[in-house]
């Protein structure tokens, strides 16, 4: 690895150091101006000002939000994520018994997912301008254009309501067989991947035909190579890194697509356990997991463009 190569991953991991700490100010200054607070939401409307303001000083929440937000970034520094406000509980327990139901749902989607748009989008791309081509961007376009939110209503009124194929809620606690996990995975799989395919298909179509279209491959062509191996031997390479952001760009859909999804489906996970936190006004929990949102946005994001670094011929040989 040259030292090219080692100067753009550290720029790119500084990078995204410097974005993780600008997205802790912006979440806490967020959550800072929302309205009301945990103590208005334990107490009441009814709770007289001097009940408010001893219960505001137990919390800590009569501290100027400066040094809160000090402690706060300090506290996630150690690994110290704070006590809920409501249920007084460690906030870092609370997400860890919701976190691996995410990662289990995502993980799920994404096994789904990228390899039905991966081979969508370079069949596509191969025979663009052919009915198979037209059919699937047409399909692509029209799943984007509908929101997550009536892509699940819809779900739930055919498979469940309509057909009862499958159960409206996921249940991942009462799984005991592989039927069991079908059907609790079934639902928002169905509708995670309705977008992610769509939108990684389409950026995947992209990226092979812009290699296609490059003076190489029609020098490839010249050379007798067969369209099987000039895609595979010679586009797809070159493809890694547009390809590698069209994953992470798509599979970072799943961080704000799961909010609606588990909201609907009431899936135990940790993006219910978000909104669960707003409406309680449980800003330390509300907090980690946005910032745990971020943490995996910039993750997938600095992944992609050390994967296109790397792809890169023109910094792997000297």
């Not at 990662?103 to 390899?115: D, E």
Request: charged content about 10%; overall charge neutral; aromatic content about 6%.
């Amino acid at each position: 690895m040259n030292h090219a190569i080692l100067k753009l991953l550290a720029q790119r991991i500084a990078l995204a150091l410097v974005s993780l700490l600008a997205v802790s100010a912006i979440v806490f200054s967020i959550t800072a101006v929302l309205p009301g607070d945990a103590a208005q939401e334990q107490l009441g409307q009814d709770a007289t000002p001097e009940a408010l303001a001893a219960l505001r000083t137990q919390m800590g929440l009569d501290v100027p939000a400066p040094l809160r937000y000090v402690r706060w970034l300090g506290g996630l520094v150690k690994g110290d994520l704070g006590t809920s406000a409501t249920t007084q509980m460690p906030v870092g327990e609370l997400v860890a018994s919701r976190l691996p139901n995410s990662l289990l749902l995502a993980a799920v989607t994404a096994l789904f997912s990228v390899p039905i748009a991966l081979t969508l989008g370079i069949a596509c791309a191969v025979w663009r301008g052919s009915w198979f081509d037209r059919a699937a961007s047409t399909a692509a376009v029209g799943v984007v254009s509908v929101p997550e939110f009536l892509v699940a209503t819809l779900a739930v009124l055919v498979f469940a309501v309509k057909l009862r194929w499958l159960p409206a809620l996921s249940f991942v606690s009462d799984i005991d067989s592989l039927g069991q996990m079908l059907q609790a995975f079934a639902m928002p799989v169905l509708v995670l991947c309705c977008v992610i395919v769509a939108q990684m298909m389409r950026m995947t179509r992209a990226a092979v035909i812009d290699q296609l279209e490059a003076p190489y491959i029609e020098m490839v062509r010249l050379k007798g190579a067969s369209p099987m191996r000039m895609v595979l031997a010679h586009a797809l390479p070159n493809a890694v890194g547009p390809i590698a952001n069209a994953v992470a760009l798509s599979l970072s859909y799943l961080l704000g697509g799961v909010i609606i999804v588990e909201t609907i489906f009431n899936y135990p996970g940790i993006a219910k356990l978000m909104v669960d936190g707003v409406s309680q006004r449980d800003m330390p929990l509300v907090q980690t997991c946005a910032m745990i949102f971020c943490c995996a946005y910039l993750i997938l994001v600095t992944t992609a463009d050390i994967c296109g670094i790397l792809a890169n011929p023109r910094l792997r040989h000297r």
